[in-house]
Nanobody, 124 residues
Framework: QVQLVESGGGLVQTGGSLRLSCAAS????????LGWFRQAPGKEREFVAA????????YYSESVNGRITISKDNAKLTAYLQMNSLKPDDTAVYYC?????????????????WGQGTQVTVSS
């Protein structure tokens, strides 16, 4: 059974940091690209970051570029999202997703598997 389980969310003050984890099982994690998306209340789910297979290229949305780093540890079957200098606008449920696509990583439709999400709340 395919599973992606996010963890590491929580409440943090403006300027703080969090590291989200995404633990995978049930599929060949090493041959998938991984993406992170987020959804704030009343808004569409939006792309945050992706790390691609096989070349480990990284892509970031403009809103987080320079503050967030995506990584992937194939040996641990886990992807990470290190988030620094957090702002109240970063408040959302964060989802990880896995994709076999070779392009269009910013689009939700490119992803095959999704986690249930983890809440990140940034207080002002």
């Amino acid at each position: 059974q395919v599973q992606l389980v996010e963890s590491g969310g929580g409440l943090v003050q403006t300027g703080g940091s969090l590291r989200l984890s995404c633990a995978a099982s049930g599929f060949t994690f090493s041959t998938y690209s991984l993406g992170w998306f987020r959804q704030a209340p009343g808004k569409e789910r939006e792309f945050v970051a992706a790390i691609t297979w096989p070349d480990f290229n990284r892509y970031y949305s403009e809103s987080v570029n320079g503050r967030i780093t995506i990584s992937k540890d194939n040996a641990k079957l886990t992807a990470y999202l290190q988030m620094n200098s957090l702002k109240p606008d970063d408040t959302a449920v964060y989802y990880c997703a896995a994709s076999r696509a070779t392009s269009r990583f910013i689009y939700r439709s490119s992803y095959d598997y999704w986690g249930q999400g983890t809440q990140v709340t940034v207080s002002s």
